[in-house]
């Protein structure tokens, strides 16, 4: 087992896990920089009383901020169905359908293994049915907003610090019992962020 460790292509497949999950975290930390920055611009946006065209754009451009566990991409398209809601009762049939597309366009962009806010999606998909005569109503509306949980955002980045953490220390090490060790903390680290991803 040491040996195996110790052989070079065990060495790059860690090295490469090592930069995967470097590149994962930078890209997390700038989405959630960005959908807080993006959120609270278009909060702003829509107390000022701005043109309602203008605080839907930036409510769908802070909803594609999406990674597991940022909860500022999911208030972000929770208010733009809450804005296609309100217009839907008021009669407001054309702002609606243009803001119910909004909605359903921002959660297909993010669509990668798994389809994010599908609650949302399957509300969207209704409305625009109903418009085109291929729905009877809008059943399944859900006006609360339930953050990513917590505990599973915890552990994908506990899982996150744990697969760079025994990346790096693996590569920087030269082998023995304590490569085992290192190595036994990245992949675990690897898979717990992978079920995390799926669930939080």
């Known amino acids: 087992m040491v040996e195996l ?4 292509w065990m060495r790059t497949l860690v090295s490469v896990l090592l930069f995967v999950g470097l590149g994962f975290l930078l890209l997390t ?3 959630f920089l960005d959908g807080r920055r993006l959120f609270s611009e278009a909060e702003q946006a ?3 009383g701005e043109p309602w065209q203008n605080v839907v754009m930036q409510y769908e451009n802070a909803a594609k901020t999406y ?3 940022n909860p500022y991409s999911k208030r972000a398209i929770w208010k733009l169905s809450l804005l296609a ?5 008021r009669g407001e049939t054309a702002k609606a359908t243009y803001i119910w597309e909004v909605v359903r366009r921002s959660a297909v962009s993010q669509r990668h293994v798994m389809q994010p806010y599908q609650n949302y999606l399957k509300q ?6 109903k418009r085109r005569g291929g729905a009877k109503n809008a059943d399944g509306w859900d006006d609360g907003l339930e953050d990513p949980s917590v505990f599973w955002s ?3 980045y506990v899982g996150l610090l744990l697969w760079i953490f025994g990346a790096f220390f693996f590569i920087m090490h030269d082998g023995g019992r304590r490569a085992i060790i290192l190595f036994g903390i990245c992949l675990p680290g690897c898979a717990l962020w992978i079920i995390a991803a799926m669930i939080a």
């Open 5 to 8: 460790l110790r052989a070079r």
């Open 29 to 31: 930390v700038r989405l």
């Open 46 to 48: 829509q107390t000022a």
């Open 67 to 69: 990674f597991p566990g």
């Open 85 to 89: 809601k309100g217009a839907t009762m």
């Open 124 to 129: 969207a998909q209704t409305h625009l049915a």
């Open 154 to 156: 915890i552990i994908l």
